[in-house]
Structures are given as C-alpha cells and as structure tokens.
T-cell receptor
Framework: KQEVTQIPAALSVPEGENLVLNCSFTDSAIYNLQWFRQDPGKGLTSLLLIQSSQREQTSGRLNASLDKSSGRSTLYIAASQPGDSATYLCAFYAGNNRKLIWGLGTSLAVNP | DGGITQSPKYLFRKEGQNVTLSCEQNLNHDAMYWYRQDPGQGLRLIYYSQIVNDFQKGDIAEGYSVSREKKESFPLTVTSAQKNPTAFYLC????????????FGSGTRLTVV
C-alpha cells in the first residue's frame, strides 16, 4: 500500500529559526514529489516540485530534497517568519496509478 | 494570470438536494481532478478527467457525478445519495497525467443544513 507520513504533525517555533519538515513515502518508484502550503480555509499553493531524477529544488527561503532510496523528502525553511504559519502537505505521484498519494500535513506556527 | 477558479466559496445544502460545484481553469491543462478534504484525513480523490468527454471514478465517487464537456470546465454535482457531504472540496488540474505538478483552486466549503 502506498503511504505518506509527515513528521511532526504540529510544530511551534519562534520567529527566525531554521526548520525542517519531514515526509516519508513507501513507493520508491515515484515519478515526482510535490510540497504544498495550505492556509486555514484556503486552497493549496504549490511550493516546490521535485522530479524523480532530481535531488533538490529551491525557491527563496525554501529548499526541498528528495532521497528515493530512503523514501524521504525534507522541506527546509530558512529564517522562519510568522507569515510562514500554515499547514504543509507533501504528496508523491506514482505514474502507474495516475494519482497523488497524500500525507496528513505538518501544522506550523511561527511565533513573533 | 492563469489559474483555477472554484465557486461558490461557501455552499449550503438541504437534505435531499443536489448541488453543483463549479471549477474553471484557464491554464490549458488537459487533466482535471476533484478532491475532498476532511479534518484529520488526507485528501481523497473523487473523480478525475484526462480529456474532454471522458472521466474516471476516484477512491470515493459514490454520491457524486461530474461532466467534462469543455476543456476548461469540470463541474462536480453532490447528489442526495452522498450521505455525508459536509467537507472542503478542492479542484485541481495538470498539463498531462501529473508529471508536471498539480495546480489547485481555492476550494468550496459545503455544509449540510
């Protein structure tokens, strides 16, 4: 069974900290992995997409890595800000079943 | 700017009533998807469409119906057969089969009254 686990489920940090969100997946034959942000009551915003042939992607203060052999991806947020407070979801796409497999998310609170 | 528009933002359904959620995209994407989000659960796929006039059931299609008459539009009807429809509904699209990443709309919150 294809599964995604996100740890921790919730995280509260003071402003300015560097932090790491973890995503583990069970299928090494993934096509790509995508990180999303969701604000309360809102839709999903795509943050980073990592293809299976890539090791990492960067966008501003965000860096996402992918290690297929260990079944892990990490989202690194540098110099966190209160505006980063949201739920962060990871999902991998396995081409054989044509759908995304979702984690439950990490709820992040960055305190001023 | 290209994107996905979902409407309405909030929708209230009475018992035994069918309601339709709208999803429109101007990204020229071939594939469109409907997901349901409930607290404490991962997103679950309701229906998806890879091409106009064709669609497939996802994991929780019972009580829902869709149509894909135009590339830009993928409306979802929540029928009276769906016994627990209160949830947050998200529409998404991809250029192909998901290899290039998903784009999501802002969602519709449906509540049974």
């Amino acid at each position: 069974k294809q599964e995604v686990t996100q740890i921790p489920a919730a995280l509260s940090v003071p402003e300015g900290e560097n932090l790491v969100l973890n995503c583990s997946f069970t299928d090494s034959a993934i096509y790509n992995l995508q990180w999303f942000r969701q604000d309360p009551g809102k839709g999903l915003t795509s943050l980073l997409l990592i293809q299976s042939s890539q090791r990492e992607q960067t966008s501003g203060r965000l860096n996402a890595s992918l290690d297929k052999s260990s079944g892990r991806s990490t989202l690194y947020i540098a110099a966190s800000q209160p505006g980063d407070s949201a739920t962060y979801l990871c999902a991998f796409y396995a081409g054989n079943n044509r759908k995304l497999i979702w984690g439950l998310g990490t709820s992040l609170a960055v305190n001023p | 700017d290209g994107g996905i528009t979902q409407s309405p933002k909030y929708l209230f359904r009475k018992e035994g009533q069918n309601v339709t959620l709208s999803c429109e995209q101007n990204l020229n994407h071939d594939a469109m998807y409907w997901y349901r989000q409930d607290p404490g659960q991962g997103l679950r796929l309701i229906y998806y469409s890879q091409i106009v006039n064709d669609f497939q059931k996802g994991d929780i299609a019972e009580g829902y119906s869709v149509s894909r008459e135009k590339k830009e539009s993928f409306p979802l009807t929540v029928t009276s057969a769906q016994k627990n429809p209160t949830a947050f509904y998200l529409c998404a699209s991809t250029p192909g089969q998901g290899a290039h990443g998903y784009t999501f709309g802002s969602g519709t919150r449906l509540t049974v009254v």
